[in-house]
């Protein structure tokens, strides 16, 4: 069973970076048969698809976003994080990782529970 | 890109059908066959229920179906059941390797 756990601070000051990390079980990333995203709802909004990334490195990214955004992926500790610089309240949400069936397909099969992160001094 | 315009509530009896709409445009819903839908269950991970417009996974019931008619994708639930209330959301696929999700719609079994 594939299993998606995020992790990293609650509480992000503004103007800060925001970190977090997904790790992945019942799967690897390096198999390549998946790109892997983050996702965010805003309290009492619907979701937005911020980014994925692929094993090899590559990504894509939200327009509105791309230029504060930044997806990585660990093979050997079968993670993928996410970074978001110069965070406002704009940004508390509540933030997913997903596995992303990607290219021709575009669909989110598996998902992590949500990790709730505030941004506010 | 706009989000898709979902209702924000729909509402039905047990054993009664409903839809959920979901409408974009033809930069995306109209253009692209590839709609998902997914139910979340507040605090718990998002369930994908329908992909590629009309497809259901392995698991998920066939009381739940998709459609699309021009801008405009469907989700429908037959034989409502308790355990069907839950936010439902789509998405779609906009181009330049991009998706959009809908606002999401609560569906009450009354």
């Known amino acids: 069973q594939v299993q998606l756990q995020e992790s990293g601070p609650g509480l992000v000051k503004p103007s800060q970076t925001l970190s977090l990390t997904c790790t992945v079980s019942?799967?690897?990333?390096?198999?390549?048969?998946?790109?892997w995203s983050w996702i965010r709802q805003p309290a009492g909004e619907g979701l937005e698809w911020i980014g994925r990334?692929?094993?090899?490195?590559?990504?894509n990214y939200i327009p509105s976003l791309k230029s504060r955004v930044t997806i990585s992926v660990d093979t050997s500790k079968n993670q993928f994080s996410l970074k978001l610089s110069s965070v406002t309240a704009a940004d508390t949400a509540v933030y997913y990782c997903?596995?992303?069936?990607?290219?021709?397909?575009?669909?989110?099969?598996?998902w992590g529970q949500g990790t709730l992160v505030t941004v506010s001094s | 890109q706009s989000a898709l315009t979902q209702p924000a509530s729909v509402s039905g009896s047990p054993g009664q059908s409903i839809t959920i709409s979901c409408t974009g445009t033809s930069s995306d819903v109209g253009t692209y066959n590839l709609v998902s839908w997914y139910q979340h269950h507040p605090g718990k991970a998002p369930k994908l229920m329908i992909y590629e417009g009309s497809k259901r996974p392995s698991g998920v019931s066939n009381r739940f179906s998709g459609s699309k008619s021009g801008n405009t994708a469907s989700l429908t639930i037959s034989g409502l059941q308790a355990e069907d209330e839950a936010d439902y959301y789509c998405?779609?696929?906009?181009?330049?390797?991009?998706?959009?999700f809908g606002g999401g719609t609560e569906l009450t079994v009354l």
């Open positions: 019942g799967d690897s990333i390096s198999s390549g048969s998946y790109y």
């Open positions: 990334v692929y094993t090899s490195g590559s990504t």
């Open positions: 998405c779609s696929y906009a181009g330049s390797s991009t998706v959009l």
């Open positions: 997903a596995r992303d069936r990607g290219s021709g397909w575009y669909y989110f099969d598996y």
